[in-house]
T-cell receptor, first 110, second 114 residues
C-alpha cells in the first residue's frame, strides 16, 4: 500500500544551523506531497506542498522539492530558529486519501 | 473565518463507556477525514466522509468504531465500549473538494480512558 518514510528523530540543532529532514514516498499514482508542522497540544498545520514532479514548495524559509526519480521530498531550511521546534510530518495524498509519515521531532537550542 | 472545530478538546471516559467526538469542518468544505494519533506515534488514517456518505473506511477498526457526517450538523466519530488502548488524540481534517488537496486540521480531541 501507500507509505511515507521519514527520517527518524529526534533532531536537535543549534539556532542558525542547517536543517534537513528526509522523506521518501511510494510512487503509486500521481500523488501530491506535503509537509505539515505540529506544535505541542495543537493540530497539524500545512507548511508547504508540491503537486507534481520538480515542483518546489516553500514557506517561512522551508523548502522541499518533489523528486520523482528518487521518490523523495526532503525538507530543508538554511537557518533554523528556536521557534521552529515542533514535530514535522511528511505526507502524500492521492484520490483524497492522505498517508502520513511517523513525524520527526525537531528541537532547536539557542 | 473559523477553522476546523473539534469538541470536546479533552474527554475522559471509563472503560466500557461510549465516546462521541464532534468535528465541524471549515465553511464550504464538504470532505471530512478522521485520524488517530497514539502517543509518540504518527497519524493513522481512519475514515474519509462526504456529506451523508462514507467514502473510505479502510482505517477504521472493525468493531466498536463508527463515523457519520450527516446532511446537517457536525461529523461524529463514535467509539462504543471504550478500552484503555483507545486513549489517543483524534484529529479531524477537512478539504473543499476531492482530489489531492491539502487538508485543514482541527485542534484534536484527546481521549483518555481510565
Amino acid at each position: 500500500g501507500d507509505s511515507v518514510t521519514q527520517m527518524e528523530g529526534p533532531v536537535t540543532l543549534s539556532e542558525e544551523a542547517f536543517l534537513t529532514i528526509n522523506c521518501t514516498y511510494t510512487a503509486t499514482g500521481y500523488p501530491s506531497l506535503f509537509w505539515y508542522v505540529q506544535y505541542p497540544g495543537e493540530g497539524l498545520q500545512l507548511l508547504l506542498k508540491a503537486t507534481k514532479a520538480d515542483d518546489k514548495g516553500s514557506n517561512k524559509g522551508f523548502e522541499a522539492t518533489y523528486r520523482k526519480e528518487t521518490t523523495s521530498f526532503h525538507l530543508e531550511k538554511g537557518s533554523v530558529q528556536v521557534s521552529d521546534s515542533a514535530v514535522y510530518f511528511c505526507a502524500r495524498s492521492n484520490a483524497g486519501k492522505s498517508t502520513f509519515g511517523d513525524g520527526t521531532t525537531l528541537t532547536v537550542k539557542p | 473565518n473559523a477553522g476546523v472545530m473539534q469538541n470536546p478538546r479533552h474527554l475522559v471516559r471509563r472503560r466500557g463507556q461510549e465516546a462521541r467526538l464532534r468535528c465541524s469542518p471549515m465553511k464550504g468544505h464538504s470532505h471530512v477525514y478522521w485520524y488517530r494519533q497514539l502517543p509518540e506515534e504518527g497519524l493513522k488514517f481512519m475514515v474519509y466522509l462526504q456529506k451523508e456518505n462514507i467514502i473510505d473506511e479502510s482505517g477504521m477498526p472493525k468493531e466498536r468504531f463508527s463515523a457519520e457526517f450527516p446532511k446537517e450538523g457536525p461529523s461524529i466519530l463514535r467509539i462504543q465500549q471504550v478500552v484503555r488502548g483507545d486513549s489517543a488524540a483524534y484529529f479531524c481534517a477537512s478539504s473543499p473538494e476531492a482530489g489531492n488537496h491539502e487538508q485543514y486540521f482541527g485542534p484534536g480531541t484527546r481521549l483518555t480512558v481510565t
